[in-house]
């Protein structure tokens, strides 16, 4: 499966912002979709993730709460809405696909497919 992420850009503190992952493939609906971040001069994060039927979903700690994430299968887009976004949310997000179930702190290493990032920046 191939992803595009897009969505990102410019917000406030406090403000919110919607990315999505398009996914191209006919097996879109046996992928457990990923959200991952990266901040400058940081490593790679986990922040959400939604199982095929969209039944399960999962969130880190940082995000829970103010982070909603959702798929649409017939349309092969999963999407991330970021409400009350905080100045530490700024980074480049990333979706990824893989056919394994990773509950808690899904490793980067054990994705199938990338999307190529979208730069979400919140000013204070």
């Known amino acids: 499966v191939q992803l595009q992420a897009s969505g990102g850009g410019l917000v406030q503190a406090g403000g919110s912002l919607s990315v999505s992952c398009a996914a191209s493939?006919?097996?879109?609906?046996?992928?457990?979709i990923y959200w991952f971040r990266q901040a400058p001069g940081k490593e790679r994060e986990f922040v959400a993730s939604?199982?095929?039927?969209?039944?399960?979903?999962y969130y880190a700690d940082s995000v829970k709460g103010r982070f909603t994430i959702s798929r649409d299968n017939a349309k092969n887009t999963v999407y991330l809405v970021l409400n009350s976004l905080k100045p530490e949310d700024t980074a480049v997000y990333y979706c990824?696909?893989?056919?394994?179930?990773?509950?808690?702190?899904?490793?980067?290493?054990?994705?199938?497919?990338w999307g190529q990032g979208t730069l979400v920046t919140v000013s204070s």
């Open positions: 939604i199982t095929w039927a969209g039944s399960s979903t």
């Open positions: 493939g006919r097996t879109f609906d046996r992928y457990i």
């Open positions: 990824a696909a893989s056919l394994m179930y990773y509950r808690a702190n899904p490793p980067p290493r054990g994705m199938d497919s």
